[in-house]
């Protein structure tokens, strides 16, 4: 399985954030072609460390499934919205689950 790996930082406003984020994006992210799931997680402590406030993980079939989602219209027009709110908070990773 491939993965887009999202890790955004403690945003100044939270609730704002997360307006944005559930109301707007993840129903952008949805409409991803190959998209398999999506999970996330909220960090609740940093122990070491950068401190970071939220994690997405999308789960795709394989490398070439993740590479054709990812010029896709659909993960365009996400990317935009993400710069419209998460510009400075956050770092995108692709990696392969083992």
């Known amino acids: 399985m491939s993965k887009l790996i999202a890790l955004y930082r403690r945003p100044v ?18 409409k991803v072609p190959g998209l398999q799931k999506t999970t996330l997680t909220r960090f609740t402590r940093s122990i070491m460390g950068e401190e970071f406030y939220l994690m997405a993980e ?3 079939a394989d490398r070439e499934t993740l590479k054709a989602a990812m010029k896709s219209p659909e ?8 710069n419209s709110f998460a510009a400075g908070l956050v770092t995108l990773l692709l990696g392969e689950e083992e």
């Open 75 to 82: 993960m365009a027009a996400a990317g935009e919205n993400l």
């Open 13 to 30: 406003d939270p609730a704002e954030f997360d307006r944005h984020y559930f109301q707007a994006h993840l129903p952008l992210i949805a």
């Open 58 to 60: 999308m789960t795709f």
